[in-house]
T-cell receptor
Framework: DTAVSQTPKYLVTQMGNDKSIKCEQN?????MYWYKQDSKKFLKIMFS???????INETVPNRFSPKSPDKAHLNLHINSLELGDSAVYFC??????????????FGAGSRLTVL | DQQVKQNSPSLSVQEGRISILNCDYT??????FLWYKKYPAEGPTFLIS?????DKNEDGRFTVFLNKSAKHLSLHIVPSQPGDSAVYFC????????????FGSGTKLNVKP
């Protein structure tokens, strides 16, 4: 009964390809996120959706396009992959209850390697 | 420009002793802080949080201290156990954008039996 599940867990692909990572949560949360963990190990937010509406859109190349078909799913599509896109991508979800109570639940991560 | 910093990439502690993990932040608008624990090949899991109206929050063996004037927080684990060996991330968010969390780069804790 995985709370936040991401697929695939590992993804190896060539530069220039297009790939997608899928995320699903069964916690009944209304907000979902994509975070990127770079080579320096920082977790940086990329996007956040609340009830299918984009609420956070960080400075991310427009080759990255999130899609939320419903509040339980948030997918990440990446076009024209570059070497620098190699990272671990984490999906997370939370219930937007206000400041001081918001806790993220993370998926296990998807390791993307671009050759 | 990293607004949350964990300057110690690793820490090694003997079982039964205290582990102290430190975190500094630069944004004075941050008012909610969390610690996450991460095992290899898993996502971070929530450990403990603290609001800026407090300076201490305790949950079992875990205590988080917040020093707002120094923009510093620390996580104390007493007593440390081998199962505590993991990477610990601190995170912060601000009052007007509470869904946007800023994370540090993590500290890898090794608790030796």
């Amino acid at each position: 009964d995985t709370a936040v599940s991401q697929t695939p867990k590992y993804l190896v692909t060539q530069m220039g390809n297009d790939k997608s990572i899928k995320c699903e949560q069964n916690l009944g949360h209304d907000t979902m996120y994509w975070y990127k963990q770079d080579s320096k190990k920082f977790l940086k937010i990329m996007f956040s959706y609340n009830n299918k509406e984009l609420i956070i859109n960080e400075t991310v190349p427009n080759r990255f396009s999130p899609k939320s078909p419903d509040k339980a799913h948030l997918n990440l599509h990446i076009n024209s992959l570059e070497l620098g896109d190699s990272a671990v991508y984490f999906c997370a979800s939370s219930l937007m209850t206000g400041q001081g109570a918001n806790v993220l639940t993370f998926g296990a991560g998807s390791r993307l390697t671009v050759l | 420009d990293q607004q949350v910093k964990q300057n110690s990439p690793s820490l090694s502690v003997q079982e039964g002793r205290i582990s102290i993990l430190n975190c500094d932040y630069t944004n004075s608008m941050f008012d909610y802080f969390l610690w996450y624990k991460k095992y290899p090949a898993e996502g971070p899991t929530f450990l403990i949080s603290i609001s800026s109206i407090k300076d201490k929050n305790e949950d079992g063996r875990f205590t988080v201290f917040l020093n707002k004037s120094a923009k510093h927080l620390s996580l104390h684990i007493v007593p440390s156990q081998p199962g505590d060996s993991a990477v610990y991330f601190c995170a912060a968010s601000g009052l007007y954008n509470f869904n946007k969390f800023y994370f540090g780069s993590g500290t890898k804790l090794n608790v030796k039996p």
